[in-house]
């Protein structure tokens, strides 16, 4: 899959164009930065870009206001979690109790994972998508049809293995991957990019919200949600049963480091009364507890996917608003099982079985 190259660069110049005529200061920031990253995209596939310095000619004062803006929005970040951090530190806790209890890194494996023709990675996606119903589907299909994805998109200086950037002003987006390949663990970064624009059709865009990426402690959940849906996918439909398998194993490895380093990082403010604003801390919360939440919302939903979009729906419309444990209640989540561990307890429980009898393990 390749990015349409003069979609993008007409859509990156008409958001220029939009932020020189003037945009309303709460919107600026956040088109600003949309139109950066695409640019960086035009750039890194054609060796050229559009001029970002004639974007506030007729506004110097704003590359200060958009620096004070983001400055502010991380610190709205990590005010939310202090506010509530308490009970985070305990499902941590608890959580990473449980994962040692349940000896399941002695069943980390390394094996062989299915690949893929273009073709059959892309009807694999759009039919995944179809059971979470009509919006889903749509978002993925138009990404796909619209050509707004790239794979084998080579960039330095970044760990991020694939992004998604989107704008509320143009009501769309464009993902780009590292992998140039199509194998079950491509898959799950895609449908992972894909739920941040199924998140973006379905909370942002059409409400206008005015919170800001860096604002949203909770903006990983839609992404790992659709992941880790498809890993339970290809598992279920029998096309990569044992790859899918080993991959939801070591998904589960990710997130007992990050929830290690989250831990460590809560009891220090235990001690001190204070965070230290960083972008690591910034992504073991993002990705730590997001994964965590998705994983008992993948439980929930595999019964039947559309009627739990639903859910998911309400859940990504209110977590702007509601507390963390009223999030968790919106998503079907019982909170109680979910912060004293007993979810996990039985997930990680259930994860070895499944180990044990793939790979015929003996005691």
């Given at each position: 899959?390749e990015?349409?190259k003069?979609?993008l660069i007409?859509?990156?110049?008409?958001?220029?164009n939009?932020?020189?005529n003037g945009l309303?200061?709460d919107?600026?920031?956040?088109?600003?930065s949309?139109?950066l990253a695409?640019n960086?995209?035009?750039?890194?596939l054609t060796?050229r870009?559009l001029?970002h310095?004639l974007v506030f000619?007729n506004?110097?004062?704003m590359?200060?206001?958009?620096k004070?803006?983001?400055?502010?929005?991380?610190l709205n970040?990590?005010?939310?979690?202090?506010?509530?951090?308490?009970?985070y530190?305990?499902?941590?806790?608890?959580m990473?109790k449980?994962?040692?209890?349940?000896?399941?890194?002695?069943?980390?494996l390394?094996?062989?994972?299915?690949?893929?023709s273009?073709k059959?990675?892309?009807?694999?996606?759009l039919?995944?998508?179809s059971e979470?119903?009509h919006?889903?589907?749509?978002?993925?299909?138009r990404m796909i049809e619209?050509?707004?994805i790239?794979?084998g998109?080579q960039?330095?200086?970044?760990?991020?293995?694939?992004?998604?950037?989107?704008s509320?002003?143009?009501?769309?987006g464009?993902i780009?991957?590292?992998?140039?390949k199509?194998?079950?663990?491509?898959?799950?970064?895609?449908a992972?990019?894909l739920?941040h624009a199924?998140d973006k059709?379905?909370?942002?865009?059409?409400?206008q919200k005015?919170?800001?990426?860096y604002?949203?402690?909770?903006n990983e959940?839609?992404?790992t949600?659709?992941e880790?849906?498809m890993l339970?996918y290809?598992?279920?439909?029998?096309?990569?049963?044992?790859?899918?398998?080993m991959?939801q194993?070591?998904?589960l490895?990710i997130m007992?480091?990050?929830?290690y380093?989250?831990?460590?990082?809560?009891v220090?403010?235990?001690k001190?009364?204070?965070?230290?604003?960083t972008?690591?801390f910034?992504n073991?919360?993002?990705?730590g507890?997001?994964?965590y939440v998705?994983?008992?919302m993948?439980e929930l939903s595999?019964?039947n996917?559309?009627?739990y979009?639903r859910k998911?729906t309400?859940m990504?419309?209110?977590?702007?608003e509601?507390?963390?444990?009223?999030l968790?209640?919106?998503?079907g989540i019982?909170?109680?099982?979910?912060v004293?561990?007993?979810?996990?307890?039985n997930?990680?429980n259930g994860e070895v079985?499944q180990l044990?009898?793939?790979?015929?393990?003996?005691e």
């Amino acid at each position: 899959m390749e990015i349409n190259k003069n979609q993008l660069i007409s859509e990156t110049a008409k958001l220029g164009n939009e932020i020189h005529n003037g945009l309303s200061l709460d919107r600026v920031g956040r088109e600003y930065s949309s139109f950066l990253a695409m640019n960086s995209i035009i750039a890194n596939l054609t060796g050229r870009c559009l001029d970002h310095n004639l974007v506030f000619q007729n506004q110097p004062e704003m590359p200060r206001y958009i620096k004070k803006d983001y400055d502010k929005s991380m610190l709205n970040f990590y005010n939310k979690i202090l506010r509530e951090f308490p009970l985070y530190k305990e499902i941590s806790s608890n959580m990473l109790k449980a994962y040692l209890d349940s000896g399941i890194e002695d069943y980390m494996l390394g094996g062989c994972i299915r690949g893929y023709s273009e073709k059959d990675a892309k009807e694999i996606l759009l039919s995944y998508f179809s059971e979470y119903g009509h919006k889903a589907y749509q978002t993925a299909k138009r990404m796909i049809e619209e050509e707004r994805i790239q794979m084998g998109y080579q960039y330095e200086n970044s760990p991020s293995m694939a992004f998604h950037t989107g704008s509320v002003l143009l009501q769309t987006g464009y993902i780009c991957m590292q992998q140039d390949k199509y194998d079950s663990s491509t898959l799950s970064f895609l449908a992972h990019e894909l739920g941040h624009a199924i998140d973006k059709e379905v909370f942002y865009y059409p409400q206008q919200k005015k919170i800001k990426v860096y604002d949203d402690p909770f903006n990983e959940i839609p992404s790992t949600f659709f992941e880790l849906g498809m890993l339970s996918y290809l598992q279920e439909q029998g096309i990569d049963p044992n790859g899918a398998l080993m991959l939801q194993s070591f998904y589960l490895n990710i997130m007992y480091a990050r929830q290690y380093h989250l831990l460590d990082t809560f009891v220090d403010i235990e001690k001190t009364g204070r965070i230290e604003m960083t972008e690591d801390f910034r992504n073991w919360f993002l990705y730590g507890m997001g994964y965590y939440v998705s994983l008992a919302m993948n439980e929930l939903s595999r019964e039947n996917p559309r009627e739990y979009f639903r859910k998911f729906t309400d859940m990504a419309c209110a977590r702007n608003e509601a507390n963390f444990r009223e999030l968790l209640e919106i998503a079907g989540i019982d909170s109680e099982s979910f912060v004293n561990g007993d979810f996990i307890k039985n997930k990680l429980n259930g994860e070895v079985i499944q180990l044990k009898k793939r790979y015929g393990y003996k005691e």
